[in-house]
């Protein structure tokens, strides 16, 4: 793999343009891949700046309901917050996602197939119900 040097001229760009998006710095950065840009944005301690949303009671409440039936990307893209936040704001929690609670066999015991089935209803899994 042949290292491309970036010129003056380049990193000038990246200096001028600290907030910008990456897929906007590279029309103007032709032959760098988005990869490429981070890193030496990083490099040049121009990473961009986050704004990061409170989670509140509402949205709380927001999450719990979506978890029921959703997975946890369209719950993120439904509430307009990234991936990673509602996985972790979920954990916080100590709720699961509907496609990430497993189905569960049944035993035969009416009390336990009856519980595993509200666990699976409700989004929970069975083994953070034994932990509270």
Known sequence: ???KYWSDREQ???????Q???????KKLPGRS???????????GLAAIR???????SDDRQLIE????KGAIEVARLMGRGEGSVRTRAETLGIRFKSEVSKYATTGNAL?????????????????????
């Open 1 to 3: 793999m042949k290292l």
């Open 12 to 18: 000038q760009i990246l200096r001028d343009n600290p």
């Open 20 to 26: 910008t998006p990456v897929k906007e710095l590279k």
């Open 34 to 44: 988005e990869q490429a840009i981070r890193r030496k944005r990083d490099d040049l």
């Open 51 to 57: 704004e990061y949303k409170n989670w509140y009671p």
């Open 66 to 69: 979506h978890a029921k039936t």
């Open 112 to 132: 336990v197939d009856a519980i595993r089935r509200r666990c699976e209803e409700d989004g929970i899994a069975v083994r953070d119900l034994d932990r509270s």
